[in-house]
């Protein structure tokens, strides 16, 4: 089922790279920048627990 953009609310199980108001609000809500997020979503994929922790392995 596609995202109903109208509700702004996000599917929280996968991040979406191509939706520009989901790479927003996944960039704010690990506190990083856009670039940043896509690039642990590149190393790790789009889970959002495994690119939390991907994040905060490197911010160690």
Same mark, same amino acid.
């Given at each position: 089922? =596609?995202?109903? @953009?109208? @509700?702004?609310?996000?599917?929280?199980?996968?991040?979406?790279?191509?939706?520009?108001?989901?790479?927003?609000?996944?960039?704010?809500?690990?506190?990083?920048? =856009?670039?940043?997020?896509?690039?642990?979503?590149?190393?790790?994929? #789009?889970? =959002?627990?495994?690119?939390? @922790?991907?994040? #905060?392995? @490197?911010?160690?």
């Amino acid at each position: 089922m =596609p995202d109903d @953009k109208s @509700k702004q609310a996000q599917d929280r199980k996968r991040i979406s790279l191509s939706e520009g108001y989901e790479l927003r609000y996944w960039s704010e809500r690990f506190g990083v920048s =856009p670039d940043e997020l896509t690039r642990a979503v590149s190393a790790v994929g #789009n889970d =959002p627990e495994d690119v939390e @922790k991907h994040l #905060n392995d @490197k911010h160690r």
